[in-house]
């Protein structure tokens, strides 16, 4: 199917090519090239077109879709889609969604398409410049007498591209794995420090990040900042040798890292609802029935 409605600017350019045998030697095969100025009632909905297309927007903002999984694509944001599948991209900013855009086919295609499309990956692209520039490159040799040279030059602008994506797509991936090591490493010392005195400072130290990047990311793995992270285990602390031991509440309070016994009970009270002690009798009736009966 294609349903689209092609709301450009005259700014805006788009180039059919007929590819032939020569051209299907190469690695990489260009058959669509061009830029859009699309305004805020631009779309293209399609499946069944056997190549891939690769989107790099400029400025403005747009949304890609395939499946059940929507992507928005900010300036300098890049998307690679499998053109046999049903999707979809539009404009969604007020002012123009401003993309290059290359459709493309070939042997070489397959590892790429593998890394790049099978979790509708939109990459934040930090080589701007070469981006740009690779797509202006694609225009200027598509233009040229059809030989090898030609051919070959296109192969390598469109690997060139690619590489460009899939390296700031493996570098995203690094960064997203190093920052859930780091907040695992943070929540097993709050875990195994509970009596000592934790702050953010030290957390930073040990996990070698900024304050401010450590609790944006520590909320966005944890829903919750530090803070609140490290009140929540003391609580759990608290429950739990309530429950199991015979301690004072003030040697519970203490073990459980709050700075007194009044705090203590001031904050589990705020979380739980009752105070340590109604805590500790409630818990011990729930798991001893017979005891509970002599209540009545």
């Known amino acids: 199917m294609l349903d689209y409605k092609l709301d450009i600017s005259e700014k805006s350019y788009m180039r059919i090519h007929a590819a032939d045998r020569l051209a299907k030697m190469f690695p990489f095969c260009l058959y669509e090239e061009g830029y859009f100025e699309a305004g805020s009632s631009y779309y293209t909905t399609r499946d069944g077109k056997d190549m891939y ?66 979790e509708l990956s939109v990459v934040s692209i930090s080589e701007k410049i070469k981006m740009a520039k690779y797509f202006e490159e694609i225009r200027e040799t598509a233009d040229k007498i059809n030989d090898i040279k030609k051919y070959a030059r296109i192969s390598h602008t469109i690997s060139g591209l690619l590489l460009v994506v899939l390296n700031a797509k493996y570098s995203e991936d690094d960064k997203a794995a190093s920052g859930k090591d780091a907040i695992s490493a943070a929540c ?109």
């Open 53 to 118: 297309l690769l989107i790099y927007t400029v400025s403005g903002c747009g949304t890609v879709k395939v499946g059940d999984k929507t992507r928005h694509m900010s300036a300098g944001s890049a998307v690679m889609l499998n053109c046999s599948l049903l999707h979809d991209y539009r404009t969604v900013s007020k002012e123009p969604w401003c993309f290059y855009w290359i459709h493309f086919s070939g042997t070489g295609v397959e590892p790429y398409a593998e890394a790049l499309t099978e």
């Open 188 to 296: 097993n010392y709050i875990e195994e420090n509970l009596s000592k005195d934790i702050s953010i400072d030290l957390l930073t130290q040990i996990v070698h990040l900024s304050k401010f990047y450590f609790i944006r990311l520590f909320k966005q793995y944890m829903g919750v900042s530090p803070y609140q992270y490290v009140q929540l285990c003391r609580i759990n602390k608290a429950k739990e040798l309530l429950v199991t031991t015979d301690y004072r509440i003030n040697e519970i309070s203490d073990m459980a890292g709050f700075p007194n016994p009044a705090r203590f009970t001031k904050v589990f009270g705020e979380t739980t609802g009752m105070t340590p002690s109604a805590y500790r009798r409630t818990s011990y009736l729930w798991s001893n029935p017979e005891e509970k009966l002599k209540q009545f």
